[in-house]
């Protein structure tokens, strides 16, 4: 029969935790257990999931010392077998449907290792739409320089297996970027389903926006060096999207200081300007 293993990592999101595990509760797909993995947070994340544990045996809880995202991850996942797997950020929701409609189209598409939906960002509460996000492309040529799929995509577990699970040295974010890329380098396509079954919460600190703040390029680098062999493939679409990047950063850069410049000329000359020097 089978069977979806949900993985809920949580590091000072308790409060968010109870809007997250009922979307699982209310999934119409049943046959799921959900892991409340405690990745040493100092908040009321233990007090929450061991309620939810009491509410229904499909919740169990583990707590681990801080050791990141990808080892919580790969913790929770190891405690117990699956036919798939699907990631769950302890902030995010996802739609009723989720389950069923992602089994569906994995079960129909055995060259399918993994399979991502539309998604919504909303800010505050999920009628609180702000963007949509909507994945494109099927094999690993899609995934070398933008990662299409959000973390919450649901994958057989044959492929975490297969890649030795999360990469637990990505501290830093883009671990599931990694992940995916490391699936379908092994061979694996991926599907999208055209429906918005996801909700993505967005606030203004996470660990998405500061590794895009302040370690997306080393981030990226560690990529392209761990999977050079589809980089060095990939040579020419490489070197122009590099020089997209680098082109694009001076630009800015540019902009930047001639904004600097002249804003000081405007502090320099205000005090000419209203002595009558300048017209």
Not at 46 to 61: N, P, T
Request: hydrophobic share 35%.
């Amino acid at each position: 029969m089978t069977q979806v293993l949900v993985i809920v990592p949580c590091y000072n999101q308790g409060h968010f935790l109870d809007q997250c595990l009922q979307s699982v509760l209310h999934q119409t797909f049943q046959n799921w257990n959900c892991i409340i993995v405690n990745d040493g947070s100092p908040d009321d994340t233990e007090e929450v999931a061991l309620e939810w544990c009491q509410r229904d045996e499909r919740f169990s809880y583990i707590y681990q010392k801080n050791k990141g995202l990808s080892a919580a991850r790969n913790t929770g996942i190891a405690t117990m077998q699956s036919t798939y797997i699907l990631p769950l950020d302890a902030d995010d929701v996802i739609h009723k449907n989720y389950l069923a409609q992602t089994i569906k189209k994995l079960e129909s598409m055995p060259d399918v290792g993994i399979v991502g939906v539309y998604s919504k960002f909303f800010i505050n509460t999920i009628d609180n739409v702000v963007d949509v996000h909507q994945p494109k492309g099927k094999d690993v040529k899609y995934l070398l320089y933008v990662n299409q799929l959000v973390a919450t995509s649901l994958y057989r577990r044959i492929c975490w297996e297969q890649v030795g699970g999360y990469d637990e040295s990505m501290r830093d974010g883009f671990e599931d970027w990694e992940f995916w890329l490391h699936i379908t380098k092994k061979g694996w396509n991926y599907a999208v389903i055209p429906q918005k079954l996801f909700y993505y919460r967005k606030k203004e600190s996470s660990m998405l926006t500061t590794t895009i703040k302040t370690t997306a390029e080393q981030v990226r680098y560690y990529i392209m060096k761990k999977h050079k062999e589809l980089y060095i493939e990939d040579f020419e679409n490489c070197i122009t999207v590099l020089f997209h990047y680098i082109t694009t950063s001076r630009k800015k850069e540019q902009r930047l200081q001639q904004s600097i410049e002249y804003k000081l000329g405007s502090i320099i000359t205000k005090p000419f300007k209203m002595l009558g020097f300048f017209k």
